[in-house]
């Protein structure tokens, strides 16, 4: 059975708890294995929209206690703008409470205005990223030092230690992130579809992957990352997908009731199209 994802909508400018929680429902109805958020720390004038979003992991653990019986994860958290520990312990606390349903989404980020304003640099956004996944996965597994280039510690005692660790999904498409994921992902998370790349991971790894797809029905656009077009057409394209090493998609929908109508839309005439769903 392939897996299916859908987004939920943590903000902007009419933001509603209410929907939030609606879309997680309705979700949950419709057959989504799970629901995910985003994040942005900060943005600038041109890119302010993009700025509008709740803190995924307090939006999923908001939804988590209204909605159960779906996964909750993040796409992505923005690793290099966090400390390692506090990612470590907040993923883990959604692990937990969630009983072992949360994934952890994350990403390095892609606007470097987004980066000077938060005061974090840009350049080493990558390595940094990378060192924080390893002290992740040592605090989980109970070790109590490390020494690396931005991070050392020893004698640390970390709580809580997630027992099964929650899935690390490695956002980007670079072949920075492509290495990151077989070096720590369970799932690698592109945007979009870059297909030419599917089989280069799949190649000698156990991992899964799961792009994030926007689906935009009825209409073209000209966002290589979009699926659009009839509800053939986008069929179609997913199906591609699937044939040359996609597992599955979490799928994107804009409008302003938060996708409502067209999350039913994928899941009772697109989904059910898919090659391996049931």
Same mark, same amino acid.
């Given at each position: 059975?392939?897996?299916?994802?859908? &987004?939920?909508?943590?903000?902007?400018? /009419?933001?509603?708890?209410?929907?939030?929680?609606?879309?997680?429902?309705?979700?949950?109805?419709?057959? %989504?294995?799970?629901?995910?958020?985003?994040?942005?720390?900060? $943005?600038?004038? #041109? &890119?302010? /929209?993009?700025?509008?979003?709740?803190?995924?992991?307090?939006?999923? !653990?908001?939804?988590?206690?209204?909605? +159960?019986?779906?996964?909750?994860?993040?796409?992505?958290?923005?690793?290099?703008?966090?400390?390692?520990?506090?990612?470590?312990?907040?993923?883990?606390?959604?692990?937990?409470?969630?009983?072992?349903?949360?994934?952890?989404?994350?990403?390095?980020?892609?606007?470097?205005?987004?980066?000077?304003?938060?005061? %974090? +640099?840009?350049?080493?956004?990558?390595?940094?990223? /990378?060192? $924080?996944?390893?002290?992740? =996965?040592?605090?989980?597994? +109970?070790?109590?030092?490390?020494?690396?280039?931005?991070?050392?510690?020893?004698?640390?005692?970390? %709580?809580?230690?997630?027992?099964?660790?929650?899935?690390?999904?490695?956002?980007?498409?670079?072949?920075?992130?492509?290495?990151?994921?077989?070096?720590? +992902?369970?799932?690698?998370?592109?945007?979009?579809?870059?297909?030419?790349?599917?089989?280069?991971?799949?190649?000698?790894?156990?991992?899964?992957?799961?792009?994030?797809?926007?689906?935009?029905?009825?209409? =073209?656009?000209?966002?290589? %990352?979009?699926?659009?077009?009839?509800?053939? !057409?986008?069929? !179609?394209?997913?199906?591609?997908?699937?044939?040359?090493?996609?597992?599955?998609?979490?799928?994107?929908?804009? /409008?302003?009731?938060?996708?409502? #109508?067209?999350?039913?839309?994928?899941?009772?005439?697109?989904?059910?199209?898919?090659?391996?769903?049931?």
């Amino acid at each position: 059975m392939i897996e299916l994802g859908v &987004t939920i909508p943590t903000g902007g400018d /009419d933001f509603s708890r209410e929907r939030m929680v609606l879309v997680a429902e309705l979700a949950r109805e419709l057959g %989504y294995q799970h629901v995910w958020a985003g994040e942005h720390l900060v $943005a600038d004038s #041109a &890119t302010a /929209d993009r700025g509008k979003s709740l803190d995924p992991f307090v939006s999923l !653990a908001w939804v988590a206690s209204r909605v +159960g019986g779906i996964g909750i994860g993040t796409s992505v958290v923005l690793l290099p703008m966090r400390h390692p520990f506090r990612v470590a312990r907040e993923a883990a606390t959604l692990q937990l409470l969630s009983e072992d349903h949360f994934s952890l989404g994350i990403g390095v980020g892609w606007n470097e205005a987004e980066f000077r304003l938060a005061g %974090y +640099g840009f350049s080493d956004r990558g390595e940094r990223a /990378d060192e $924080a996944l390893r002290v992740i =996965e040592t605090l989980w597994s +109970g070790g109590t030092s490390f020494h690396g280039e931005f991070w050392s510690f020893d004698d640390a005692c970390f %709580y809580p230690r997630p027992n099964p660790p929650p899935q690390i999904w490695i956002g980007g498409n670079s072949s920075r992130a492509l290495a990151r994921a077989r070096r720590h +992902g369970d799932v690698w998370h592109p945007n979009g579809l870059p297909e030419e790349a599917f089989a280069l991971l799949k190649d000698g790894w156990g991992g899964r992957i799961v792009p994030r797809v926007p689906i935009v029905f009825d209409r =073209e656009v000209s966002d290589p %990352y979009t699926v659009c077009g009839s509800e053939a !057409a986008i069929t !179609a394209r997913l199906n591609q997908a699937l044939a040359v090493g996609a597992d599955g998609f979490l799928v994107c929908f804009e /409008d302003a009731e938060g996708g409502i #109508a067209q999350m039913r839309r994928f899941a009772h005439q697109v989904a059910p199209r898919l090659r391996g769903a049931r």
